[in-house]
């Protein structure tokens, strides 16, 4: 039985770059790691089929009671999927709903968390959701934002990004990554991240798996056999540009204030802001 190792991220903002990284660099394959095989190495926290085992209703059906209720069997499960680390991607904030923790502290090893500039995570979680980016700048800021259960997943308690972003900093044994930091040195980065778990990275497979896991890699395996994480309601491309500062030509001043106005301490402390 592991224990598990977060992946923990706001939507949009580099955690399947993150999974896709880890995947190649545990295989250590001569040919990109298939973006559909994820599950192989790490599972998604939310997925409905792992709650089903408990309670075998739809999981459109559940309330954010009944996922709390279920969460932390559910968890324990995920501890035996494999005998070491277990590496689980999550959205939600750290915190606890119904008195229950969304992520389980009994059964974690750590966490990686992600941030990106809440600028740029507007940008693309608008275009990737088909929302208006007003609305998705709006559930940002809000702290009781949340993702309701479907058929797919069930409920996921992502609060405000600047609240998101405050639960993990505040968990014990976390490592920080700035994706804008993944971007401009990945060597250094994602090198980081062998080493917080235990290893110390060796430099061909390393370049190796930053190279199966770049945007050109991820979009050229999506456009070839699509993405099978992605929702049927989604509507653009899971894997976009993946760069940084796209919030500059795409939000308007109005925009780029009410973020600032929500986020600024937090936004500071990253180095987002001056």
């Not at 990284?21 to 599950?39: E, M, R």
């Not at 980016?133 to 405000?160: H, K, W, Y």
């Amino acid at each position: 039985m592991g224990r598990i190792v977060w992946l923990a991220s706001y939507p949009k903002s580099g955690n399947t770059w993150v999974r896709a990284f880890l995947h190649n660099y545990i295989t250590d394959a001569q040919a990109p790691h298939g973006i559909n095989k994820l599950h192989e190495f790490s599972a998604s926290e939310c997925n409905a089929a792992f709650f089903r085992v408990h309670d075998a209703r739809p999981a459109s059906l559940y309330t954010e009671a009944d996922a709390q209720r279920l969460r932390p069997a559910v968890h324990a499960d995920l501890t035996r999927l494999h005998d070491d680390l277990v590496f689980v991607k999550t959205h939600n904030a750290a915190l606890a709903v119904h008195g229950v923790p969304l992520c389980t502290p009994a059964v974690t090893a750590g966490a990686i968390y992600i941030v990106r500039d809440p600028r740029d995570v507007a940008v693309s979680y608008a275009r990737y959701t088909g929302r208006d980016l007003d609305e998705i700048i709006a559930f940002m800021g809000n702290a009781g934002a949340a993702n309701r259960s479907t058929e797919r997943q069930v409920f996921e308690l992502l609060s405000s990004w600047s609240r998101h972003a405050e639960s993990w900093t505040a968990v014990k044994r976390r490592l920080l990554v700035r994706y804008e930091d993944l971007l401009t040195a990945p060597e250094t980065g994602f090198g980081r991240i062998v080493r917080f778990l235990g290893g110390e990275a060796d430099a061909a497979r390393l370049k190796r798996a930053i190279r199966h896991c770049g945007f050109a890699a991820l979009q050229a395996q999506e456009a070839a056999e699509g993405y099978e994480a992605r929702g049927p309601n989604e509507a653009a491309a899971f894997f976009h540009t993946g760069k940084a500062g796209q919030w500059q030509d795409a939000l308007t001043q109005a925009q780029v204030k009410r973020i600032e106005a929500d986020h600024a301490v937090v936004m500071r402390g990253f180095g987002y802001l001056g």
